[in-house]
């Protein structure tokens, strides 16, 4: 008489799945902190970018207006707009009719910044730092900044304006707080407008004078810096 050998199904003991788990565990904890870094890699990269293009807008206003760019606001300037009106045109925005028309248009923004405001008009504040000169009021001649490599020009800002509904082409621009004028909107002060903190600790993207972008640490940012030599 033969005897037919049943086949044996051997299940995962619950020590291996276990164990397996513990694998897949240990696998997702390193690789998420590598997408993170990987992700906001991507959006330096693209914040970098962003501050190339308008760094082309101020090129571009300055061969339009002999040389001329603007680095401050003043509301006593009442038809003069603020930077982010005349460098978006410059910098490719067909239309700037309106608050609205500037804070859509990509270049000015960085991706790493939280969308706390719907519609803030940059994420950029740009170097109003400036000599006793008799320069026109909210204007500088780009060829007097010196060092131009080592000199900001625009630096991010942890802060995001409300933005103003009044049309760009009207008598008010109330838009002034995207300029960094005093030592107090540095890091450490106690009305910060440059960021410390969006690209890593401390670090943020900085466009200087004569046009390239760096990621540097902002709290060695110093009112010296700012101020063109």
Excluded at 10 to 29: D, K, M, N, R, Y
Aim: with cysteine; hydrophobic share 40%.
């Amino acid at each position: 008489m033969t005897h037919r050998c049943k086949p044996r199904h051997h299940g995962f003991t619950l020590v291996e799945l276990l164990s397996v788990l513990g694998i897949i565990t240990v696998l997702i904890a390193l690789l998420v902190p590598l997408l993170a870094r990987a992700r906001e890699a991507s959006r330096q990269a693209a914040c970098g970018a962003n501050l190339h293009q308008l760094s082309i807008g101020f090129a571009n206003y300055a061969s339009l207006n002999r040389g001329w760019i603007p680095r401050a606001y003043h509301p006593s300037e009442a038809r003069m707009p603020p930077w982010t009106a005349l460098i978006a045109k410059a910098a490719g925005l067909k239309s700037p009719f309106s608050w609205g028309d500037i804070a859509s248009f990509g270049p000015m923004h960085c991706p790493s910044h939280a969308a706390r405001d719907p519609s803030p008009t940059s994420h950029f504040v740009v170097n109003a730092f400036q000599k006793e000169t008799d320069e026109p009021a909210g204007l500088t001649q780009l060829s007097d900044i010196t060092p131009a490599s080592e000199t900001p020009l625009l630096l991010e800002t942890p802060r995001e304006f409300k933005t103003s509904q009044f049309s760009l082409f009207g008598d008010l621009f109330a838009e002034e707080c995207l300029h960094v004028s005093e030592p107090s909107h540095l890091v450490g002060g106690n009305k910060p407008r440059v960021s410390s903190i969006n690209h890593g600790k401390h670090r943020s993207n900085i466009l200087f004078s004569d046009g390239h972008v760096d990621n540097r640490d902002t709290r060695l940012v110093l009112p010296q810096h700012l101020i063109a030599r």
